[in-house]
């Protein structure tokens, strides 16, 4: 890559505190380039707030908002819970959420003559090969620019430092610089006390659940819902049509109040490496054991077992990020 014939970057923008550091770095080392930043809305609500303000602030000539909630819903979550998908106990909220956002940068890169498209993915993780992937398969010559195998910046305190000195406003701190990813259907901690393998996670603590609460403050009491199938596909709860999105949406706000879908693992990542994750997917994991059940009646005990083959297989792939 010729730094300089990079005259305008798309960065896959969130807002967290990669990806906000990444703007002033870009116009730094890239010849003081147009950065526009994309944000990709597959159900981050909150987080979408003032960041428009924050990215051009930041240095960014422009951003787009892409509302990617349904296709996100009906071309990746679903098809992925039909199939029973589940990797090593994780129910693929990020994996399935990175293709679908890096479908929508490529068609902002060539809406807007971009010369490269730029991502916060660690040299680290699995999101770089699944946004990279993506990104050739619909844009195959377009040239991807990775700033933490470039920079270097080698941990999330020298980012904090980075962004002070240059005055990006961040919304954590040191004692709650968890790294996070979230979307309508879960949403994952990363980081600080979660390195150690022998501490619990700090469900009781406040602000560390964002989805639900903890078993323990769970009321004692059962709550009862009824899902419809067709073919598969939810559509109605508690005897209301709706779509899988509104279902989606309202299972998390059920199981959260019930404290379902917490889960915490050591992950075997797609480059080789482990990692401690804790999750939050309360409505997933309803809709998951709901459909379980549901073939349970409906499915023979050949098609069953091959299907229970055919899901680890399935869960390996999208985990990968071959869609």
């Not at 303000?53 to 960014?60: D, M, R, V």
């Not at 049509?241 to 917490?262: Q, R, V």
Request: charged share 25%; with cysteine; hydrophobic share 35%.
């Amino acid at each position: 890559m010729n730094k300089e014939n990079i005259k305008k970057v798309v960065l896959a923008y969130s807002g967290g505190l990669d990806t906000s550091i990444i703007i002033p770095w870009l116009k730094e080392n890239y010849n003081n380039c147009e950065v526009v930043a994309v944000s990709g809305n597959v159900g981050q609500a909150d987080e979408l707030e003032g960041l428009e303000e924050k990215a051009l602030k930041t240095g960014a000539s422009k951003l787009y908002v892409l509302d990617l909630t349904e296709e996100y819903v009906d071309e990746y979550i679903i098809p992925t819970m039909k199939a029973g998908a589940v990797y090593e106990e994780y129910l693929l909220g990020t994996s399935h959420a990175r293709p679908c956002i890096a479908k929508g940068l490529v068609e902002i890169v060539l809406a807007e003559g971009a010369d490269a498209i730029c991502h916060g993915c660690t040299g680290k993780g699995n999101d770089q090969v699944r946004f990279e992937l993506a990104i050739k398969h619909f844009a195959p010559t377009m040239p991807i620019i990775a700033p933490w195998r470039e920079w270097d910046i080698k941990s999330r305190e020298e980012e904090i430092e980075y962004a002070e000195a240059h005055n990006v406003p961040l919304k954590i701190n040191r004692e709650t610089n968890y790294s996070k990813d979230k979307n309508l259907w879960h949403l994952s901690h990363e980081g600080l006390d979660l390195e150690d393998t022998g501490n619990e996670p700090q469900y009781e603590k406040p602000g560390f659940l964002e989805m639900g609460v903890s078993p323990l403050q769970a009321p004692d009491t059962p709550t009862y819902v009824e899902l419809d199938f067709e073919a598969g596909v939810p559509v109605a709860l508690d005897g209301k049509k709706m779509t899988a999105k509104e279902i989606i949406l309202a299972l998390n706000e059920l199981g959260g109040k019930n404290g379902i879908g917490l889960l915490d693992i050591v992950e075997n990542r797609l480059v080789g490496m482990k990692c401690r994750g804790v999750y939050e997917t309360p409505g997933g994991a309803i809709l998951y054991k709901a459909h379980s059940v549901l073939e349970s009646i409906c499915l023979d005990k050949m098609t069953l077992h091959e299907k229970q083959k055919l899901s680890i297989t399935f869960a390996e792939l999208r985990h990968r990020t071959v869609s």
